[in-house]
């Protein structure tokens, strides 16, 4: 991550050594505010601590794997306060659905197994800020990259035969991205990016934690290792 940093700091001083001073040029000025509506593939998190804990509790052979990925939606705004620079506010919300079986070697019915199914869902909140370039209103293709800030809002529903459990959480991590926007109109662009996420939270589930009197249900590390790809279009208004 301080490698990252230290390139976008990098970028960040170019940028500015290219455009100091530059609010109103004589191109014609840079468009300040809009907004943008975004769809696309999201993979992650990591719940690894807990599919790990199934397989070996239950000594499968052919493992239970990670969630995977699906669709995403996100929207958000953008303000900018120079040509290169802007504050980009916003979120993505999407799901992911886990169902696996396990021998139940507690029934005195052979071959019984016993189904769970994880529900996840998640709300990510971004404060990012971009490094825009474009030093040209002309400029037909304009790319970007930055970092910021991810809050998590989580949701793991677990089903066990008739057990039902519901966890909520909040996590704080970190980002960052880049992308290429190409110009439709001077107020219309396509804009194609790609964000990856990093944080650490934990999440209950209908697994029993023995070192506890009460077996109190047990709860996981789950690591925000989220990968995002996706296709919009930026609308700038003022």
């Known amino acids: 991550m301080k490698?990252?940093?230290t390139i976008w700091l990098l970028i960040c001083s170019a940028a500015l050594a290219q455009n100091i001073g530059d609010r109103?040029?004589?191109?014609?000025?840079?468009?300040?505010?809009?907004?943008?509506?975004q769809?696309?593939?999201?993979?992650?998190?990591?719940f690894s601590a807990f599919f790990d804990y199934i397989n070996s509790t239950n000594h499968l052979t052919n493992g239970i794997?990670?969630?995977?990925?699906?669709?995403?939606?996100?929207?958000?705004?953008?303000?900018?306060f120079h040509r290169n620079f802007a504050l980009d506010v916003g979120f993505s919300i999407y799901g992911m659905n886990k169902e696996f079986e396990i021998p139940d070697t507690a029934s005195a019915i052979?071959?019984?197994?016993?189904?769970?199914?994880?529900?996840?869902?998640s709300a990510i909140f971004t404060g990012t800020m971009p490094i825009i370039l474009e030093f040209s209103s002309n400029q037909p293709v304009v790319p970007y990259i930055g970092i910021g800030i991810s809050i998590f809002s989580l949701?793991?529903?677990?089903?066990r035969a008739l057990e039902a459990l519901r966890d909520t959480?909040?996590?704080?991590?970190?980002?960052?991205?880049?992308?290429?926007?190409?110009?439709?109109?001077?107020?219309?662009?396509?804009?194609?990016?790609?964000?990856?996420h990093a944080g650490i939270s934990h999440l209950l589930t209908l697994e029993r934690d023995s070192d506890t009197v009460a077996l109190d249900f047990r709860e996981f590390e789950i690591k925000q290792n989220v990968s995002q790809f996706s296709l919009g279009f930026d609308y700038f208004f003022r």
């Open 3 to 5: 490698r990252i940093a």
């Open 24 to 37: 109103s040029p004589a191109d014609g000025g840079y468009l300040t505010n809009g907004f943008y509506v």
């Open 39 to 46: 769809a696309g593939y999201t993979s992650g998190p990591s």
């Open 169 to 196: 959480r909040t996590a704080v991590g970190g980002h960052f991205g880049g992308g290429v926007a190409v110009k439709i109109t001077r107020k219309l662009w396509l804009d194609l990016r790609g964000r990856w």
């Open 110 to 121: 052979p071959e019984s197994r016993t189904r769970h199914e994880l529900n996840y869902q």
């Open 155 to 159: 949701r793991l529903d677990h089903y």
């Open 65 to 80: 794997g990670n969630f995977g990925g699906n669709a995403s939606f996100s929207v958000g705004y953008i303000s900018r």
